[in-house]
Every structure is written in C-alpha cells, then in structure tokens.
C-alpha cells in the first residue's frame, strides 16, 4: 500500500488539507510580486540633463525655455535625455529659430527626473540611465542568478533537513533582505540583497510544492497544482494594486517584503511532511503528525489506532523508489531519451526567456504599467483555462506546440504595429505573454508524462529527481538570459524582440519532435520507454509497406484488365 492511500483513511482531502494548502499558497502570491517588482522599483522616468553647475534659470523667467536653451531635442521633439548643449543656445528662445551642428555633451551634471508618477525609483537614486542603463537589466539577471543558486541550494537543504526547515528559513531571508534592500542606500547593496531574495524564490516555491503535495492524496494533487499556478497569476494582480497605491520604491519594497514576517512566524506551527520524516527514520514524529491531521479531519479514532507497524506498511513502496540511483548520462544515454531532453531543454529554456523578457519591460508599450501588469495578469486566467481543456481533449504536443509558436508569432508581429498604436501592441503582447504562461504550465504536466518513473521523480510528484531537475535548470537559465537580451536593444531595437520570437517558436517547432502522451500509460524505465519507441517505430513501417503493397495492386488491376 502507498502513503497517499493512508491519507485517504486519515479524512482524504480534509479540514487539513485545506487550510494547510492555503497557508502554503498565500506566501506563493506574494512572491510573484518580487519577480516583476521591478517593473515598478525601476522604472525609468522621462529625464533629461541638468543644466550647468555655474549657469541657473535666474538667467529666463521660464524654465521652460531655459530648458530649450541646454537641451537638444530627439526626433519626437521631446528633451534629448542623455546630451546637452555644450552653450546655451540662446537662439532657441525664439520658437521660429532653430540650430544646427552645435557642440553637444552627455550629462556631466548629472539628470533631471519627472516625478509625476514615480515620486522615486533606484534609476533616479543612482542614475541608471544613459551609459549606465544596462545596471538595471544587470540588476535583475543577478535577482535570476540567485534563482538559480536557491534551487541547488534549497534543493540539497530539503532532502537532508526536510521540507520545513528551508521553508521557514526562506520566509525568514525573504523578509530580512527585503527589508534590507529597502534600508541600504548603495547599488552594490541592493544587487547583493536581491540576489539572497532570488535564492529564497526556489526556496519557497520547491519546498510549498513539496509539502502540499505529500499531504495532499492523489485526487486532490491536480487541483493543487493549478491552485499554485493561479496564486502566481493573483500575486501579479495584487502587485499592480500595491504598486498603484505605494509609489516610493523603497516604501513599496519593503511592504511586499514585510509581509514574509508574518509567513514566517506562522510557519512553525505547518508539520513536516510525514512522508519525509518515516524515510529518513523519525516514524514518531512522523506518527504524531498524521494523528494531528486526523483529530483536524475529524477522523481521530483513525489516528489512534495508528502505530509504527503499521506507518512501515504504507511506506515500503516509497523505499523502494528511494534506493533507485540514477545517473545524469542516463538522460542521454539511449536515443529515445536522448531525444526527450534535448528538445526539453530548448522548450524550457525558450519558454522561460520569452515569458520573463517579455513580463518585465512594461514601459515599451507606452501605456500606464499599473494597467498593463494588471492586463497581463489577468489574461493568464482565461489563457490557462483554454490551455487545461485543450490538453485534456485535444493532446499534450499541439497544445504546447501551438501555444508557443502563437506567442512568438504575436511577440514577432508587434514588431509592425506602428507606437502611435499603444493599445494593439500592448493587447498582442498580453496575448502573447498569456500562451507563454499557459505553455508553462503544460510543460510541466507534459514533461513528467514523458520521462520514465525512475528518472521522473523519486517517491512522489513533489520530489524533483533527475528529469523534472534537470529541464528546470534550464528554466532558469533562460530566466536569467532574458534581461540579458533586453540589453541587445541597444544596438538594435529588434533583436530582443526577433530573439525571443523567435526562441518561442523554435520551442514549438522542438515540441513537434515529441511523443504525445494523452491517455497513455506512464513508462517505469527507459528500457520500457525505448521498446515503446521501437515498436511504435516498428508499427509505422508495417503501415507505410501495407499502403506500397496496396498502391502496387492498384496500379496492377488496371493492366490485368486491358490483357
């Protein structure tokens, strides 16, 4: 017997379960709201230089024109933001007057920000703009880095400290570097910290996924899984309220961090997972867990009757999976896997540098970046919705195939749409990020359909092993590729958006080389999956040599006829 079928004795999805899954999903809110913070606390406000240290306004009543006097303007007519004039071109007061060829110079006085909608971000705190504009994009590949290190780290941490510990810890680092990168007043600070909230975001989410899903039976863990993915989706919508309402960055850094406080505190009362604690030996603890979950779920005489027999007898499958030891080059070791992981990492990889490239630069779209992250957030909704139907009735491959090419398509095509059509461009990119989003969240479901048991994940859904580790690796490096290629903008306008078209719909076009797995039987082991391959192979030729041998007896019958 499994450990899932004693939960189901225990009050199955219960009172428990319940409130244990909403306590775990609330912080996963919030932290979506530290991946587009940004969007926000770095803002780059219209600017222009400062006028010279020894020269005022004193010198016109009109600032206005004064302005006209020190700064050239670009081909929008708007302040050139990053040259002034060398000399006041007092000339330029006269509206019918204009200049040509006067000596310019970049800001040596520093800038000149508008508050109106932002009273402050870090580009006005440290001037990250003109020559030092790629810091910001630097800021936030080091924000993914710390992505990346959190899943090693925090990964290792929850399978020799368990589940709990990691997670309360990452509340506990989430809150305080939150709140450090508030305080401190140095760009080298804030990268420091931002890269320590990065590690805390593997943290939570691996370990919050783990523990709803080992307490969760198995009817309930599909609906947990999309709960997850719709608190990600309400996280973005509760940071465009937040940063509506708390324009300061540091005051609105500080209260999407606070909040991890209280997470943190109320975290020492979540058990540990009781599967983890009987693998690794503590089956009282363990038994004193599940008898708490049982009084809640109302099954109390259940949980008395349970003893460490008895906890040993549902736990001898999980063992057996346990004690599986698998190598990295098992992923490439036969062709039929070899072939899955390779066009896994492009999906992952692709998938993940189009969403975030395109989730966290807002302000291209030229409208309001409250309405927009709130329109992006809320288009993963309906997207996601369509996306569950059509895997179930249509097939895995096409739906994740056609909503990654349909993204990149869209992201391609806003290319052509001219700026002064700020409402087109901004609805195709929402679209677009809602395929993203929604081809997220198949992957995941299609990725562990296609990989054998024994390299899919040990023991239970919740426990990355090999292949699930593996391709999200990729994820994140595609995460932190993505402010990267943002950065090439600078040399060219189209490359982010043609590379991360284009990527999106490479990661389709991969899909297309991958087995479909709608109702069909998971595979145990690659030797099973490899003869699955053969024979399926096998099947296709003895089709295509039936229809030759039709064909040829077709074109035979008419020749019998004429002798």
């Known amino acids: 017997m499994a450990f899932t079928d004693l939960l189901d004795t225990l009050g199955g999805v219960g009172r428990f379960q319940l409130i244990y899954t909403a306590l775990l999903l609330l912080p996963c809110s919030l932290l979506a709201c530290h991946n587009f913070l940004q969007n926000f606390t770095a803002a780059v406000p219209p600017h222009h230089c400062r006028g010279p240290a020894n020269r005022t306004e004193a010198a016109t009543n009109d600032s206005g024109a004064w302005l006209r006097a020190i700064v050239p303007l670009d081909h929008l ?8 004039f060398t000399e006041p071109q007092w000339a330029l007061l006269n509206p019918n007057t204009s200049v040509h060829g006067a000596a310019t110079e970049s800001c040596k006085d520093g800038w000149v920000y508008d508050h109106s909608v932002f009273p402050s971000t870090i580009v006005m705190e440290w001037d990250l703009v003109c020559e030092a504009r790629t810091l910001r994009d630097l800021a936030q590949s080091l924000y993914m880095a710390g992505v990346l290190a959190g899943a090693a780290v925090f990964g290792s941490l929850a399978d020799r400290l368990g589940r709990k510990a990691p997670l309360v810890w990452s509340y506990l680092q989430l809150a305080v570097s939150g709140a450090a990168t508030a305080y401190f007043g140095s760009f080298s600070a804030y990268c420091a910290f931002r890269f320590l909230m990065g590690m805390t975001f593997s943290g939570i989410i691996l370990n919050s996924l783990s523990l709803v899903v080992e307490w969760m039976p198995t009817r309930g863990r599909t609906v947990a899984g999309v709960l997850l993915g719709y608190s990600f989706t309400m996280g973005q919508l509760i940071l465009a309220g937040v940063a509506y309402l708390i324009r300061p960055w540091r005051w609105l850094q500080f209260a999407v961090s606070a909040p991890f406080l209280v997470f943190f505190l109320y975290s020492w009362w979540l058990p540990e997972s009781s599967r983890w604690l009987l693998l690794h030996g503590k089956s009282q603890l363990a038994m004193r867990n599940l008898q708490t979950v049982a009084a809640v779920n109302g099954r109390k005489e259940e949980g008395d009757r349970l003893t460490k027999e008895v906890l040993s007898s549902y736990i001898q499958s999980e063992f057996a999976s346990v004690r599986t030891s698998n190598s990295i080059l098992d992923l490439f070791r036969t062709p039929a896997i070899r072939r899955v992981t390779c066009c896994l990492m492009v999906v992952w990889f692709s998938n993940s540098m ?14 309001s970046v409250y309405v927009v992250q709130a329109l992006f957030g809320i288009i ?11 895997m179930i009735y249509v097939g895995r491959r096409a739906t994740v195939a056609s909503f990654l090419i349909l993204a990149g398509l869209m992201v391609i095509a806003n290319m052509f749409v001219p700026e002064d059509m700020q409402t087109l461009r901004t609805a195709q990119a929402a679209l677009g990020k809602g395929c993203l989003a929604s ?18 994940w040990l023991g239970t859904a919740a426990h990355w092993g090999m292949g699930m580790g593996f391709v999200s690796v990729n994820a994140r490096l595609g995460g932190l590729a993505a402010p990267l290629v943002t950065t090439l903008g600078e040399f060219s306008t189209v490359l982010p958006p043609v590379s991360f078209g284009a990527t999106s719909i490479l990661a389709g076009l991969a899909v297309c080389f991958l087995t ?8 145990d082991t690659i030797a099973a999956m490899e003869r699955r391959v053969e024979e399926g192979r096998a099947r296709k030729d003895a089709e295509e040599k039936s229809e030759e041998i039709s064909l040829q007896q077709l074109g035979a019958s008419p020749l019998k006829e004429t002798i």
């Not at 007519?77 to 002034?84: A, I, M, N, V």
């Not at 909704?381 to 139907?389: N, Q, R, Y």
């Not at 997220?440 to 390299?455: H, M, R």
């Open 439 to 456: 081809s997220f969240i198949c992957v995941y479901l299609f990725t562990g359909e296609l990989y054998p048991t024994e390299i899919r």
């Open 516 to 523: 479909e797995t709608r109702n069909m039987p998971l595979v």
């Open 77 to 84: 007519g708007d302040p050139e933001p990053c040259q002034r």
């Open 354 to 367: 189009a969403y975030y490239g395109l989730a966290m630069d807002l302000q291209k779209f030229g409208l």
């Open 380 to 390: 993963d909704i309906p997207a996601m919705l369509v996306a569950t139907v059509t």
